[in-house]
T-cell receptor
Framework: GAGVSQSPSNKVTEKGKDVELRCDPI?????LYWYRQSLGQGLEFLIY????????KSGLPSDRFSAERTGGSVSTLTIQRTQQEDSAVYLC????????????FGEGSRLTVL | AQKITQTQPGMFVQEKEAVTLDCTYD???????LFWYKQPSSGEMIFLIY??????QNATEGRYSLNFQKARKSANLVISASQLGDSAMYFC????????????FGAGTRLFVKA
């Protein structure tokens, strides 16, 4: 597709369940980011993939969070044993190799943990 | 470590007037990029403007300009002739290096444009 695609757009789960969020970046973009945005708040950096380099996982809040990027394209963010404080919008973005390198964002996956 | 600070949680501006949204940053790198994004109530993130650390001229994009003061490590966004549609959250962001490095965001400023 032409833009960054995220799925699901909305996810309601029960506390303790695992969830997977998917991101399909813009074709040809080498960099992929995951951010978390709580209601009315800023964007919290979670993880960053750049090409074949080891990902920068410095923003993952706990070992319940993990992400992978297969074949340098699609990425999956997994949250295990979800907690209510995990409720947020999870935004994925990708960027190309140009000097500017602005981020192109998906519409987000809204996660609600009951 | 990288850090972005936006000290204005909320700002009001009268329609057709100009407004400045503040952003300061901290980095030890000489090469970095600065960005502003807009997030309307719909939630989408819209890229507005970019300033590279080596750019000598302030960036401009239509009604948006970036007041870049490198020595003070500030990158304020100026919106001229405000419109009602400018009401949104505005985020300042920074990427260290010319490419291939992560981008971090400030806490944001919510702008309200009054008719």
């Amino acid at each position: 597709g032409a833009g960054v695609s995220q799925s699901p757009s909305n996810k309601v789960t029960e506390k303790g369940k695992d969830v997977e969020l998917r991101c399909d970046p813009i074709s040809g973009h080498t960099a992929l980011y995951w951010y978390r945005q709580s209601l009315g708040q800023g964007l919290e950096f979670l993880i960053y993939f750049q090409g074949n380099s080891a990902p920068d996982k410095s923003g993952l809040p706990s070992d319940r969070f993990s992400a992978e990027r297969t074949g340098g394209s699609v990425s999956t963010l997994t949250i295990q044993r979800t907690q209510q404080e995990d409720s947020a919008v999870y935004l994925c973005a990708s960027s190309g190799t140009g000097v500017t390198g602005e981020l192109f964002f998906g519409e987000g996956s809204r996660l609600t943990v009951l | 470590a990288q850090k972005i600070t936006q000290t204005q949680p909320g700002m009001f501006v009268q329609e057709k007037e100009a407004v400045t949204l503040d952003c300061t940053y901290d980095t030890s790198d000489q090469s970095y990029g600065l960005f502003w994004y807009k997030q309307p109530s719909s939630g989408e993130m819209i890229f507005l403007i970019y300033q590279g650390s080596y750019d000598e001229q302030n960036a401009t994009e239509g009604r948006y300009s970036l007041n870049f003061q490198k020595a003070r490590k500030s990158a304020n966004l100026v919106i001229s002739a405000s419109q009602l549609g400018d009401s949104a959250m505005y985020f300042c962001a920074m990427r260290e290096g010319l490419g291939g490095f992560k981008t971090i965001f400030g806490a944001g400023t919510r702008l309200f444009v009054k008719a």
